[in-house]
């Protein structure tokens, strides 16, 4: 009877379904590529480089200085590797350098790697641009594009690096370009040298030394848990277990900022919505107080009454999310496999902070659940109104209407 019901108004059943169907398009669209760019955000940053959880020295992260190293242990390694969600260790020695090349000198930033374990973790071997990745035996290094353009450099020049090493120890040498890589951080790509390991041990006189054990986890959604047991594990120990949201606030505080504005924008679509519902909810229910009388005058109990209400708005709520829902599934689909690559100003900009211009979509079901219920949820609260109307109905009142 509510099927039949909604059909006998057709022009006002499709308006009410249509706008929650373009209500809930947009909704998906915009919180699948807000989601999609921040999942961009951090996997350029973070997995390509710091890793989602680092082990330091307790004293490293405040000045970051090549003095505050810790020991390459197997022993910490293998109470990492015995942490459940945790896919591999990467010991890692950082450092800064003056480069130069011909009359030009940067600052740059020194990354010492297990080329082979860290390349299954960043797959940088795979952005390659020119030249040929390195190994743990290389004894010359892989350059970003931008250092390497700033510099005037290509695949077989070699680069003067000045820096200082262990304990205050002189570090100076000259290294051979192996590759070229193109990194999709611009922030990184301007300034980043990766060496392999034992070759920046030999260049800092650090050797059995790291600034870090990064982390590599199964999930992301794992990164409480695996910092909670790291921490325990390491409790009593002169070690820090970091987040990467302890190591990159910038980054962090960006992603937030940007998220709230962004539920505002929700909550101003809802609140469009839920007042459109509510209008079509109340031109119903007033429309058909006649009918309501005389279906509680022949016997019909008014709990039935309000059960047909409810089954009729949930009817014309799910033709519209359902529909809607299987309109944007294959478009966050397309786009997720293609995002699109900002141009002009607005690329400059999200340069400008260091982030690659791209806008993503993510495919996490939960954007489609958490939408579906919220707009579910706002049309049951506009069922309180043919309630109210239901339960006080006066039933002469009704048939004189």
Known sequence: MAWRNIWRNKR????????????????????????????????????????????????????????????????????????????????????????????????????????????????????????????????????????????????????VMISQGYHGISAADQFPILGIVKLPSPQLDNRLIIMPLELVREFTSAQGLVTSLTVNIDDRANIERITKALKSKFKGHSLSVLKWTEMNKTLEQQIASDNASGIIMLLILYMVI????????????????????????????????????????????????????????????????????????????????????LLGFSIDPMILINQFYSVLLLLLITLIYPVLKISKLNIINALRS
């Open 274 to 357: 839920f007042f459109g519902i509510l209008g079509t909810v109340i031109m119903m229910t007033s429309e058909r107080m006649k009918e309501f009388g005389v279906m509680v005058a022949v016997g019909m109990k008014r709990i039935k009454l309000i059960l047909l209400m409810l089954l009729e708005t949930l009817f014309i709520g799910l033709v519209g999310l359902l529909s809607g829902i299987a309109t944007t599934i294959p478009i966050i689909l397309y786009f997720y496999s293609h995002p699109i690559r900002l141009g002009g100003e607005m690329a400059k900009t999200y340069e400008a902070y260091g982030l690659e211009p």
């Open 12 to 159: 006002r059943t499709l308006i009410a379904a249509a706008s929650l169907y373009f209500a809930i398009v947009f909704a998906i669209i915009m919180r699948s590529m807000q989601l999609g760019t921040y999942d961009i955000m951090i996997n350029n940053v973070v997995e390509s480089f710091s890793g989602f959880i680092q082990i330091q020295d307790s004293t490293y992260w405040l000045d970051k200085s090549i003095d505050d190293m810790m020991e390459d242990s197997k022993s910490i390694e293998e109470d990492v590797m015995n942490v459940q969600g945790v896919k591999s260790v990467l010991p890692r020695l950082e450092t800064f350098s003056l480069v130069s090349s011909g009359n030009k000198t940067k600052g740059a930033f020194i990354q010492g790697i297990n080329p082979e374990k860290d390349d299954a973790m960043t797959h940088i071997s795979k952005q390659l641009i020119s030249g040929n990745y390195i190994n743990s035996k290389s004894k010359g290094i892989v350059v970003t594009s931008g250092l390497a353009s700033f510099l005037g450099s290509r695949v077989g020049d070699t680069l």
